[in-house]
């Protein structure tokens, strides 16, 4: 198979399982191999049984609760297998990369497969498995509305993933008297994330680089295009977001 086929064939299949089987076989494309972007899928591969809602309202799940943990739990699931099929469209969208772009991305699509796998396990222990509740597809169409590579990372890694630091460094103090086992999932999700967003960080500030384009003012307006309002809807993580790569100028212009 090659390296596009593996890619969309991966985000085709139906779960982190057969998802992270296809990555497992997937060899690096050769220095700045060059192919012609696919278009993408109208939807990423989930469980056949899983229902998935076009408008869902906002829902606060409170974490007081067993109930309101596995509501929680769930969303993260779904969140980490989505944040597989966005890793391999960074690599689809990465014709003519060097092949350490694709090792750390292809790298990033199996640990989010890992992810995927700690909250499944924990949420099936707890009887609540993946597809107890409807899901929504918000971050993967949000993704598609990206029209290259800089627009992915300035906003796949760098917005949306970037809030998952900021709601995971919130609610981690909170989980742990609580709830242990969850925050030991929790825990390793948001230091492996740190390392997913820098990964964001360098790869945009290289790919600006390569077009004579400025870092920040190229984040600015991607995020201006494609997300809308850049201020983070949670309290934003100054010190994670620090550790993967963020500015002071941009960390201002979150709050
Ligand atoms: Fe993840």
Redo the contacts with the bound molecule.
């Keep these: 198979m090659t390296w596009v086929d593996g890619l969309l064939a991966a985000i085709a299949a139906p779960d982190e399982d057969a998802k992270a089987v296809l990555l497992a076989g997937l060899a690096l494309p050769a220095d700045r191999t060059e192919w012609t972007v696919p278009d993408l899928p109208r939807l990423p591969g989930r469980p056949a049984d899983l229902r998935i809602e076009e408008h869902p309202p906002r829902r606060r799940q409170g974490l007081a609760t067993p109930h309101g943990r596995l509501r929680f739990l769930h969303a993260i699931w779904h969140i980490?297998i989505s944040?597989i099929d966005l890793a391999c469209v960074a690599c689809l969208r990465g014709a003519g990369m060097p092949t350490a772009f694709h090792a750390d991305w292809l790298r990033i699509a199996r640990?989010?497969a890992q992810?995927a796998r700690m909250v499944r396990d924990l949420l099936t222990a707890r009887g609540w498995p993946p597809g107890s509740e409807a899901v929504h597809l918000r971050l993967w169409d949000t993704t598609r509305t990206c029209a290259d590579l800089g627009e992915h990372l300035a906003c796949v890694p760098r917005v949306l993933e970037a809030r998952g630091l900021d709601v995971n460094a919130d609610l981690l103090p909170r989980v742990a008297p609580v709830d242990q086992e969850m925050h030991g999932v929790l825990h390793r999700?948001y230091l492996?994330?740190i390392g997913?967003v820098g990964a964001g960080s360098g790869w945009h500030r290289h790919w600006c680089m390569e077009r004579d384009l400025d870092p920040e003012t190229h984040y600015a307006d991607a995020c201006a295009r494609v997300i809308g309002d850049l201020r983070s809807p949670f309290p934003v993580d100054l010190a994670g977001r620090r550790a993967a790569g963020f500015t002071e100028r941009e960390l201002a212009a979150l709050t």
Excluded: F
């Design positions: 980490e944040a640990e989010e992810h999700i492996d994330e997913h």
